[in-house]
């Protein structure tokens, strides 16, 4: 497996893995389908800014996917950035989630990121674990923060300091 930087040849990939956490699961509280031109457009504008855009590779094949960009608008944000991972359903549990973050809070550290902050659905306790593992602490849950499937879903954000000084870098 090889983690390298997307590029907008694999927008087709990203989508399908995308896609089927929008159609299948309350993962993402997304419930219109990413087209390929959008995620096209994802993947340029977050390497236009200075974000990582993140895919794990194997024999040509796309297993998952990271990204992140800046948490809210506002210069006072500018060091921190709300992530996305996502791991072909047949990848999970291989590693290749670990493989990516790790290449994700590198490309984040040495942009000078003090923080990165995962918004999971509360449904979704293997990501909250998962972050947890890799060293994520558990701030706050919000509640019926999304709707999909036709109820109320919580949101649980995690948060993980990389940098104490993003100036000193």
């Not at 509280?29 to 995620?39: A, H, L, M, W, Y």
Request: hydrophobic content about 40%.
């Amino acid at each position: 497996m090889i983690i390298r930087d997307a590029s907008t040849d694999d927008a087709a990939a990203i989508a399908a893995i995308a896609n089927h956490y929008i159609q299948e699961t309350s993962v993402s509280f997304n419930e219109v389908n990413k087209s390929v031109p959008d995620i096209k457009d994802e993947v340029a504008a977050r390497h236009a800014a200075g974000c990582a855009y993140l895919v794990a590779e194997r024999d040509q094949k796309i297993l998952g996917f990271a990204t992140y960009s800046q948490f809210r608008s506002g210069t006072g944000y500018r060091h921190t950035m709300e992530h996305t991972v996502m791991i072909s359903p047949n990848e999970v549990g291989q590693g290749t989630g670990g493989a990516l973050m790790q290449a994700l809070e590198t490309h984040a550290r040495a942009a000078g990121v003090h923080s990165l902050v995962a918004g999971i659905s509360a449904e979704n306790s293997e990501a909250i674990g998962f972050h947890r593992k890799i060293g994520f602490d558990h701030i706050v849950c919000l509640p019926e923060m999304g709707f999909k499937f036709g109820r109320w879903i919580d949101l649980v954000l995690l948060q993980k300091r990389l940098l104490s000084d993003p100036d000193s870098r």
